[in-house]
């Protein structure tokens, strides 16, 4: 088992399989028990989830836990994947409808998912709470590239949280989606231009900035030496948040602004906005 983040690319051969909020794990582990020839991707959010699944996964050589939001995971990490199978047992705790922001299974969602999936996958979504397993469904004929149906479960999944709804006599109902194409959904990358500039003024950037393209840009933090600048920046960019320490330091002639390589970011027009307002700021 190895654990990754969702800024780390996923290269698995042979097939694979995702459980999206895998929770405290027991059903990855159920799931690479018996299948022993698949690969399983997990994808949660929160890392308590993450490390007390570690411990129960940690002899399996066909399980890889990924610590963050699915949203980024399939634009990024699962670039290089198609998934025969996708689970997502109880997914969203969010029922009121202020909430819905915050459910997974949005139009969107589904557009996305579509180019991450084989042709003949099936996704599995279990719910408590027929109307948010509806409003998925719902989502999911919008966006044009699934059909599918939703019945009351005839099987267990044994998930902490089924044995609490359970408990507490409710039904419990499984929505199963199968794809009908390939839906349009432009991921937001672009290919990064790094600046070089020939003279640029060190000077202390801080503040709050927006973004062309809506995006907010904060920078927290800026040190100055004589021969590089450090400034750590916060970009919040639709469902991405990259956290960037961006290096401001000669290289040859030129001086150029790179995001640092332990930083967290994706690829996206956000940071090149970003690159081209710090390029600005220092020449002008
Ligand atoms: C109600 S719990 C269900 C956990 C487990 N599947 C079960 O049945 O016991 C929902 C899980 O989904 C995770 N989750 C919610 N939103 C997520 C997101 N956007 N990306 C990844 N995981 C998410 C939560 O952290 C939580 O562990």
């Not at 990024?76 to 202020?98: G, T, Y």
């Not at 909430?99 to 139009?107: A, E, L, Q, Y």
């Amino acid at each position: 088992m190895v654990i990754l983040t969702t800024f780390d690319r996923l290269k698995i051969d042979g097939k694979v399989e995702l459980e999206i909020g895998f929770g405290n794990g027991e059903f990855l582990k159920r799931l690479a028990t018996s299948n022993k020839n698949i690969n399983y991707v997990g994808i949660e959010v929160s890392w308590q989830s993450v490390k007390r699944a570690s411990r129960k996964l940690k002899e399996f050589e066909n399980v890889y836990l990924v610590w963050g939001d699915v949203w980024p995971f399939l634009m990024f990490s699962a670039e290089n994947l198609k998934f025969h199978r996708v689970f997502s047992l109880f997914p969203d705790p969010w029922p009121k409808r202020r909430h819905i922001h915050k459910r997974i299974f949005s139009v969107d969602f589904w557009k996305l998912l579509s180019l991450r999936v084989s042709e003949n996958v099936q996704i599995t979504i279990v719910s408590d709470h027929y109307p948010s397993l509806r409003w998925y469904y719902d989502n999911a004929m919008i966006s044009g590239c699934w059909w599918g149906y939703i019945s009351e479960s005839a099987r267990s999944f044994g998930t902490k949280y089924e044995r609490k709804w359970v408990s507490m006599g409710k039904s419990i109902y499984e929505a199963v989606f199968f794809l009908k194409g390939k839906c349009n959904f432009t991921i937001p990358k672009c290919d990064m231009r790094i600046p070089k500039l020939e003279k640029i003024t060190l000077k202390e950037i801080k503040g709050d900035f927006k973004l062309p393209d809506g995006s907010h840009l904060s920078i927290k933090e800026c040190f100055i030496s004589d021969e590089i600048m450090l400034l750590k920046a916060i970009i919040s960019e639709k469902k991405l948040l990259h956290k960037v320490w961006f290096e401001i330091r000669k290289d040859g002639n030129v001086w150029k602004i790179i995001p640092s390589e332990f930083s967290k970011f994706y690829p996206t027009k956000a940071l090149q906005h970003t690159l081209d307002l710090l390029a600005n700021e220092l020449t002008r």
